[in-house]
């Protein structure tokens, strides 16, 4: 069974600029996580999506905005990049998450976002 | 609000002893607690969870956390290091909020 898939795995772009990031849950999961692992820093929760709705935000601005398709797939959109948004992105997903109840996620590789 | 503490960034152990990785946990609700490993150029792998019922909890690769509810702990422990578990552990608490992540480095 395949497991989550990122793509690209590799992004290069310049201060301003927008950048599109792509995951793929594991078949039969719906809730995708995503999170970006800048160095030293540990793993920053971005965002939650589970049957297409975001359930849950994390502590960062507005430019960091995502959405997921009725096939589960999800982009994490970031406009107006910085160069403080340089780091591993790392998506993840696990069964149908509810507030009452979690599942463990399964990550993807990441994809590596340079800022210039 | 929910939030993960783990104590000492860097942990170093010889070959054959104990390694004890720290974890301190805060939630508002009964927590879901789970054990991440990311080795080098990896992504994250579970290693073990701990969502209701018996407290001490075995994962893979023979670590184990106990869930102490007085402490908020979940503290990772193995009896015996191997130079294979060199790796980054992370602590994480439902729904998603990780510890900064301990580097775990195994000394021959």
């Known amino acids: 069974e395949a497991g989550v898939t990122q793509s690209p795995t590799h992004l290069i772009k310049t201060r301003g600029q927008q950048a599109t990031l792509r995951c793929s849950p594991i078949?039969?999961?719906?809730?995708v996580y995503w999170y970006q692992q800048a160095l030293g820093l540990g793993l920053q929760f971005l965002l939650w999506?589970?049957?297409?709705?975001?359930?849950n935000r994390g502590n960062f601005p507005p430019r960091f905005s995502g959405r997921q398709f009725p096939n589960y797939s999800s982009e994490l959109n970031v406009n107006a990049l910085e160069l403080e948004d340089s780091a591993l992105y790392l998506c993840?997903?696990?069964?149908?998450?509810?507030?009452?109840?979690?599942?463990?996620?399964?990550f993807g590789p990441g994809t590596r976002l340079t800022v210039t | 609000a929910q939030s993960v503490t783990q104590l000492g960034s860097h942990v170093s152990v010889s070959e054959g002893a104990l390694v004890l990785l720290r974890c301190n946990y805060s939630?508002?609700?009964?927590?879901?607690l789970f054990w991440y490993v990311q080795y080098p150029n990896q992504g994250l792998q579970l290693l073990l969870k701990?969502?209701?019922?018996?407290?001490l909890v075995k994962g893979i690769n023979g670590f184990e956390a106990e869930f102490k509810k007085s402490e908020t702990s979940f503290h990772l422990t193995k009896p015996s290091a191997h130079m294979s578990d060199a790796a980054e552990y992370f602590c994480?608490?439902?729904?998603?909020?990780f510890g900064s992540g301990t580097k775990l480095n195994v000394k021959p």
């Open positions: 993840a997903s696990s069964l149908g998450a509810t507030t009452d109840f979690y599942y463990e996620q399964y």
């Open positions: 078949s039969g999961h719906t809730s």
């Open positions: 999506y589970d049957e297409g709705e975001e359930r």
């Open positions: 939630s508002s609700v009964p927590p879901y």
């Open positions: 701990y969502t209701t019922g018996a407290t």
């Open positions: 994480a608490v439902s729904p998603a909020y």
